[in-house]
T-cell receptor, first 116, second 115 residues
């Protein structure tokens, strides 16, 4: 079945540095991918919709310059957390929709980001 | 805008028993999908079951079934013969048809299966 691979699964970085998270669709092409953020014991909050070949669409309250999204190919979207601060520490999950199948969204396994 | 409400933050059930998790949603659209996702401690999002809004028949997947009441905008999940491995967060989710539609999640219900 369709699989979404997310890398890295865990990352620790220092304040002020940038971190890139990759989301790949392994056996299907995804024109649209989604990036979520999840705080402990909370639901998933949609951050942005990543569109292949065009700019991402950000949800209200999400800083575009802080969370850079690039969707350069039909199988890869990246989320870069720029100038990370401890409050950016969170669990980030990507998802992608297989357009060839009647709907479901496939999720990556998530990335736990810790900013020290 | 679509909203999804899960009114039970936490629930507990004994092994082998049956438990029902509640979910209501609000939309003015008629074509959509509803899902239940399971998130165990590993944090992986696992699709449990889905329901197409145009189908009247309730979806079932082994021990998991739903009670879909479209007029009432209700979508509850029943877990039969609960197992310890069912312990997880359960999220109800909604998406309109269309490849660019966004998935809207409820706040989740933490289910604990006990011996």
């Amino acid at each position: 079945g369709a699989v979404v691979s997310q890398h890295p699964s865990r990352v620790i970085c220092k304040s002020g540095t940038s971190v890139k998270i990759e989301c790949r669709s392994l056996d299907f092409q995804a024109t649209t991918m989604f990036w979520y953020r999840q705080f402990p014991k909370k639901s998933l909050m949609l951050m942005a919709t990543s569109n292949e070949g065009s700019k991402a669409t950000y949800e209200q309250g999400v800083e575009k310059d802080k969370f850079l999204i690039n969707h350069a190919s039909l199988t890869l979207s990246t989320l870069t957390v720029t100038s990370a601060h401890p409050e950016d520490s969170s669990f980030y999950i990507c998802s992608a929709r297989d357009p060839g199948v009647d709907s479901p969204l496939h999720f990556g396994n998530g990335t736990r980001l810790t900013v020290t | 805008a679509q909203t999804v409400t899960q009114s039970q933050p936490e629930m507990s059930v004994q092994e082998a028993e049956t438990v029902t998790l509640s979910c209501t949603y609000d939309t003015s659209e008629s074509n959509y999908y509803l899902f239940w996702y399971k998130q165990p401690p590993s944090r992986q999002m696992i699709l449990v079951i889905r329901q197409e809004a145009y189908k009247q028949q309730n979806a079932t997947e082994n021990r998991f079934s739903v009670n879909f009441q479209k007029a009432a905008k209700s979508f509850s999940l029943k877990i039969s013969d609960s197992q310890l491995g069912d312990t997880a967060m359960y999220f109800c989710a909604f998406i309109l048809t269309g490849t660019a539609s966004k998935l809207t999640f409820g706040t989740g219900t933490r289910l604990q299966v006990t011996l």
